[in-house]
């Protein structure tokens, strides 16, 4: 949330309307987190600019802009976030900045999944998803940068081929694996979109924002269910404490089968492409 202060700080600003690009200047473009910052940079390459709204060591879901964040939206000619309410202090931060320029949705147009009555922002774990993005983002840079738009059809459509093989590649592996084995507890619930695309179940103790607490009783169904469903393999991800699943594992005698990336890159996975690689080949290592 914007503090007071915060406000106060940003209405010192005044409004500013985001030049255009200057010959031989990249476009300056702002991305809500990690993996966004990746996709615009596949698409965008040498013309573009891409800087993240939210640090790689912060929980994009409940991230906090300080006036010295919302100073850096001044220069901006494109921000670009998820959507589909993984970003609730977007609006905020836009309003709080005075920013008049463009801003894209890159998850316009994907079909949304539910979870306990509440959207799965976690679109991109589906690679076909991620196809849309790009398109979206194709789309926006082309209007912000006209004379660049070839460049960015040409960056898109390479990088939408190598978004095919991987989601053939990630198809495949699991479809190798027999159904009833495909099961695999995770500590927050941001797999569904995996889950569906490649047929794998995932089941969550906590609700789908990371910001929610588990109940003692949600801890209690997990067990029984990994009890009752012969589950091999727990994970824990990169942004969360690891003592919750390490707490089931020790209670149901399961493995703790090493760390997924959910909602940000790391040191060891620096792209999308490489985060959906770790992830796949973590849970698959598991359920053999
Ligand atoms: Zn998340």
Same mark, same amino acid.
């Given at each position: 949330?914007?503090? %007071? !202060?915060? $406000?106060?700080?940003?209405?010192?600003?005044?409004? $500013?309307?985001? +030049?255009?690009?200057?010959?031989?200047?990249?476009?300056?473009?702002?991305?809500?987190?990690? =993996? &966004?910052?990746?996709?615009? !940079?596949?698409?965008?390459?040498?013309?573009?600019?891409? #800087?993240?709204?939210? *640090?790689?060591?912060?929980?994009?879901?409940?991230?906090?802009?300080?006036?010295?964040?919302? #100073? #850096?939206?001044?220069?901006?000619?494109?921000?670009?976030?998820?959507?589909?309410?993984?970003?609730?202090?977007? /609006?905020?931060?836009?309003?709080?900045?005075?920013?008049?320029?463009? %801003?894209?949705?890159?998850?316009?147009?994907?079909?949304?999944?539910?979870? %306990?009555?509440? =959207?799965?922002?976690?679109?991109?774990?589906?690679?076909?998803?991620?196809?849309?993005?790009?398109?979206?983002?194709?789309?926006?840079?082309?209007?912000?940068?006209?004379?660049?738009?070839?460049?960015?059809?040409?960056?898109? @459509?390479?990088?939408?081929?190598?978004?095919? *093989?991987?989601?053939?590649?990630?198809? +495949?592996?699991?479809?190798? =694996?027999?159904? +009833?084995?495909?099961?695999? =507890?995770?500590?927050?619930?941001?797999?569904?979109?995996?889950?569906?695309?490649?047929?794998?179940?995932?089941?969550?103790?906590?609700?789908?924002?990371?910001?929610?607490?588990?109940?003692?009783?949600?801890?209690?169904? &997990?067990?029984?269910?990994? %009890?009752?469903?012969?589950?091999?393999?727990?994970?824990?991800?990169? *942004?969360?404490?690891?003592?919750?699943?390490?707490?089931?594992? @020790?209670?149901?005698?399961?493995?703790?089968?090493?760390?997924?990336?959910?909602?940000?890159?790391? /040191?060891?996975? #620096?792209?999308?492409?490489?985060?959906?690689?770790?992830?796949?080949?973590?849970?698959?290592?598991?359920?053999?």
């Amino acid at each position: 949330m914007l503090t %007071r !202060r915060h $406000f106060l700080a940003a209405s010192l600003l005044t409004p $500013f309307a985001p +030049a255009h690009a200057q010959q031989g200047a990249k476009v300056d473009v702002l991305a809500s987190f990690s =993996i &966004i910052v990746d996709l615009v !940079r596949q698409v965008g390459g040498e013309r573009v600019a891409v #800087r993240s709204i939210v *640090a790689q060591s912060q929980d994009p879901h409940d991230f906090e802009p300080s006036p010295s964040d919302v #100073r #850096r939206v001044m220069k901006a000619q494109l921000i670009v976030i998820n959507g589909l309410g993984f970003e609730p202090w977007a /609006d905020r931060f836009v309003r709080a900045a005075n920013y008049r320029g463009e %801003r894209l949705v890159a998850s316009r147009g994907v079909k949304a999944l539910s979870e %306990r009555g509440a =959207i799965d922002p976690h679109a991109w774990q589906d690679v076909e998803n991620v196809k849309l993005y790009v398109e979206n983002i194709r789309e926006a840079l082309s209007k912000v940068d006209p004379s660049g738009a070839s460049d960015y059809a040409r960056n898109a @459509s390479a990088y939408g081929r190598e978004l095919d *093989a991987l989601h053939q590649e990630i198809k +495949a592996a699991f479809a190798a =694996i027999p159904k +009833a084995q495909r099961k695999v =507890i995770t500590s927050h619930d941001s797999f569904h979109y995996f889950g569906e695309a490649y047929d794998v179940a995932f089941l969550a103790p906590q609700g789908v924002s990371s910001s929610a607490e588990p109940s003692a009783r949600d801890v209690a169904a &997990i067990i029984r269910q990994i %009890r009752e469903q012969r589950i091999k393999a727990v994970f824990f991800e990169n *942004a969360l404490p690891q003592q919750l699943a390490r707490q089931i594992a @020790s209670e149901t005698g399961v493995k703790v089968a090493g760390k997924l990336y959910a909602d940000v890159l790391g /040191d060891d996975v #620096r792209s999308y492409a490489q985060m959906m690689r770790h992830n796949y080949t973590t849970i698959l290592a598991a359920l053999k």
